[in-house]
């Protein structure tokens, strides 16, 4: 007993001196061929450590001061690489992927890669990309992905800046698409709107990214339904050597990352790794402790499983799910917000589950590689609204519906002296379940539905002029065996990206590209049946959006880069609400079902503007994104007028940037600015006959306008280092500049100030009380 007594306070003593310096590992590979790249030099900017990668692409540091640096990979033929705000930790510093592109002119002598900003001949503008680490210390973001590529050039924030909806460049909410790691994955938020994709909470963990990149224009051939863009989520190799421990204690929820090596045995690196998570909210208790009525709980969980096969083949198992309940409950005291809440919201139900296997090959002539993934994707989703919500009784609205979609997809990547080119396929079976009650519409039915998708690509790129000038050419299409407005030769989309250095140190860029997208209508729309058990909505055609882009770029210095681009989205066939007169490009933003109704798919529509950027990687302790778009937004209704869209704000204006302080302390800040918005007002009177659902008059779109949205949130991080921990704790100010959140005039019941209804009934406006009061938050990263 005494031992073990001894044991533990050498543990702890030993844990809890200060430990200034850390260790950490990583790789180096080709990043066409996928392969190690042997013999790599990778130096610490600043300092005078420098190591070389052994023959399968690992390298190692050992005991390097703990603080922050930029780690410069290079490679022999290769453009080198730098990884910018890479932070050294005593424990759980994370593992570094270098990709290196080959030089195709200069295969003797290492070459200079002129900017950090890399894009693809494909995707050569409208691109974005964040790393883990800028991430988890976003300012208002709470380590929430989701939440932190809100502030993403040409994202506008949704009513109340509270959801994460991608509201891209006057797009709506339902325009973007999500992959992890190569598969889909139709949800990323707790509580999501069925048929589109927002929510309030993101469910991925920021401990399994690598890196995240975002396309809003020239999008890869091989991704199917994106009219305005593509989010797309690199995770990380699990631990090959030890296991490492991350505990997470936000504002909202706590979770917990392991990352393991399996069956290493006497190995120095096992060909097997773990990561595994479990996120839990407390937002429930915490709302109850203050006397507020909702009560938001949630689940989330994510896991991969890699097995390195052999030096060519690797295996992956994915996972990631949600459990989500959201319910009510009455206050001890009246008060009117607090009741209008009870009596509007609705209360959801929630599950969803992503698996996905994938198999990598890599081809042993160095030419090309494969990838098959097999995947499935599962959503639950009750949403009820009740006479009495409280005690659930009395169903006024009630979607209780089931999607289910099994795919397989595969693409092959091959190289060749001058070409590079890629095709493949995918198969999806989809299935829908529903059963739908609307005392408000008239509706109530159950549907199922089934039926196979199918979609096609190829696309090629090459380098002229000496590399000055870069083309893609790329063609997608796609079909399903259940609508009949449109086959697969109705739904060709091609798509042609050119850039071309108009200086040759690259300093100066001009790229171009062009595009015609497709999306299939949602499950909402297709399983919708009328009273007469028939699917009205079955002979809709797919949504078109043709995208023409141009840009110019300027690479000021190795590490800033000033972009402008001026878009055009000239949409067509997109889905118009029978029941309201107008695009459901206005509609998806809230607690709803998206879809769930008669359409015509005869909307037009058209979203274009400039868009002006500034971005400068960790330069001098400094780092920051500045980001301007001015834009209109238009789509018609069933009167085939341009009218502009619920997220047509004219004006939106983004900063994001940090600076690291002596001792690991760093600051940063986040600002937001939406023009003035237009929104749909309330109809009071058929509110009051319908009550408590609010109706919308949608025939006033545009009359009235929300005041202009403007947020500042701040972060203060402090990083200690022990011999068995790190430790790193953060403060956050949102909204630190004091800032009315402009949302519409919400309305209640009229009661007397103890709560008894007045006869008669009378919808009366409610005072929301939103005071401007900054927000203080504090939460804490525990490494081991």
């Known amino acids: 007993m005494q031992k073990k007594i001894a044991g533990l306070l050498l543990w702890i003593t030993t844990g809890v001196f200060a430990q200034n310096a850390g260790s950490f590992s990583g790789q180096v590979i080709d990043a066409e061929t996928q392969q190690p790249l042997e013999g790599a030099t990778i130096v ?8 070389i990668s052994d023959a399968q692409g690992y390298f190692v540091f050992q005991d390097i001061p703990a603080q922050t640096y930029n780690l410069t990979a290079s490679y022999l033929g290769f453009e080198n690489q730098t990884q910018y705000n890479v932070i050294v930790k005593s424990v759980g510093t994370s593992d570094i992927l270098f990709k290196l592109y080959p030089s195709s002119d200069q295969l003797d002598e290492v070459v200079v890669s002129k900017s950090p900003f890399r894009t693809n001949s494909e995707t050569p503008l409208s691109t974005q990309s964040l790393s883990a680490v800028e991430i988890e210390t976003y300012p208002g973001g709470n380590n929430d992905i989701a939440k932190v590529a809100q502030s993403l050039p040409g994202i506008s924030p949704s009513i109340g800046g509270f959801r994460n909806d991608f509201i891209i460049r006057g797009g709506a909410p339902n325009e973007t698409v999500y992959y992890l790691d190569g598969i889909e994955i139709p949800n990323i938020n707790h509580f999501a709107t069925q048929g589109s994709a927002g929510g309030p909470v993101g469910m991925l963990n920021v401990d399994f990214i690598r890196e995240v990149n975002l396309a809003t224009s020239a999008f890869g051939a091989e991704y199917d339904n994106p009219l305005s ?48 998570s479990a996120r839990r909210s407390y937002l429930q208790f915490i709302f109850e402790l203050v006397g507020l009525p909702i009560r938001p709980d949630y689940w989330d969980y994510q896991l991969k499983l890699t097995h390195k096969l052999d030096a060519y083949n690797t295996l992956s198992l994915i996972g990631l799910g949600s459990i989500d309940d959201f319910s009510v409950a009455a206050p001890d005291d009246f008060d009117a917000q607090q009741q209008a809440t009870i009596e509007q919201v609705p209360i959801i139900q929630q599950r969803t589950t992503t698996l996905g296997v994938t198999w990598k090959n890599n081809f042993k002539n160095g030419r090309g590689r494969m990838q098959v993934a097999l995947s499935n994707n599962r959503l639950q989703n009750t949403l009820n609204r009740f006479s009495d919500n409280v005690n659930k009784s009395g169903v006024l609205f009630e979607n209780d519906a089931v999607e289910n979609e099994t795919k397989l997809r595969l693409s092959i990547f091959q190289y060749g002296n001058q070409w590079k080119w890629s095709y493949g396929f995918n198969i999806q079976r989809s299935e829908y379940e529903n059963a739908t009650v609307s005392v408000l519409n008239n509706f109530n039915y159950t549907t199922a539905i089934d039926f196979n998708k199918y979609g096609f690509f190829a696309k090629a790129s090459r380098s002229y002029l000496k590399d000055r000038l870069s083309l893609s050419f790329g063609l997608r299409a796609d079909g ?23 200086t040759e140190d690259q300093q100066w860029k001009l790229n171009a590209s062009v595009g015609r997208y497709y999306k299939i209508p949602t499950y909402t729309m297709l399983g919708f049946q009328n009273l007469n058990g028939q699917f009205i909505n079955q002979n809709a055609r797919y949504t078109r959006s043709d995208h023409y882009v ?4 300027y690479n000021w210095t190795p590490t800033a880069r000033i972009t ?6 000239d949409y067509s066939q997109y889905p118009v609400s029978v029941l309201d007169g107008v695009s459901l490009a206005n509609k998806g933003g809230g607690f709803e079902v998206l879809g769930n109704e008669p359409i015509t798919d005869d909307g037009e529509g058209r979203s274009y503007g400039l868009e002006f950027l500034f971005q400068q990687k960790l330069t001098k302790n400094f780092y920051g994104v500045l980001a301007y778009t001015y ?8 009167n085939g007028v341009l009218l502009p869209s619920v997220w047509d704000s004219r004006n939106l204006l983004s900063f994001t940037g940090g600076y690291k302080l002596p001792k690991n302390w760093e600051i940063s800040m986040r600002y937001r600015y939406a023009g003035q918005t237009p929104f749909v007002p309330t109809n009071v009177a ?7 659902e609010i109706v919308l008059d949608y025939n006033r779109l545009g009359e009235e306008k929300l005041e202009a949205f403007s947020q500042g949130d701040l972060r203060i991080d402090k990083k200690w280092n022990f011999k068995r921990l790190s430790f790193n704790f953060y403060f956050e100010i949102q909204n630190f500049l004091a800032q009315s959140v402009p949302q519409p005039q919400e309305y209640g019941l009229e009661r007397t100030e103890t709560g008894e209804l007045v006869n008669p009934q009378n919808l009366v406006p409610i005072d929301t009380n939103r005071t401007e009061t900054p927000l203080p938050s504090f939460g804490f990263i525990l490494d081991f």
């Open 550 to 553: 141009i840009g110019l770029e």
């Open 686 to 692: 058929a509110s009051l006959a319908a009550y408590p």
């Open 44 to 51: 610490i900017e600043g300092t005078s450590e420098g190591v």
């Open 229 to 276: 863009g593509v989010l797309a989520f690199e995770q990380r190799e699990g631990n090959t050597q030890k296991m490492a421990t991350k505990l997470r204690v936000g504002a909202s929820e706590a979770g917990i990352t392991l990352n393991t090596p399996l069956f290493k045995g006497e190995k120095d690196r096992s060909n097997t790794t773990l990561m595994l």
């Open 631 to 638: 834009f209109f937004s238009e789509f018609t209704g069933t």
């Open 564 to 569: 402008l681009e001026g878009f055009l989205k």
């Open 480 to 502: 399903d065996s259940f609508t009949t407005g449109s086959s697969l030769l109705d739904n060709l989309s091609p798509r042609i990206a050119g850039s071309y250095n108009i």
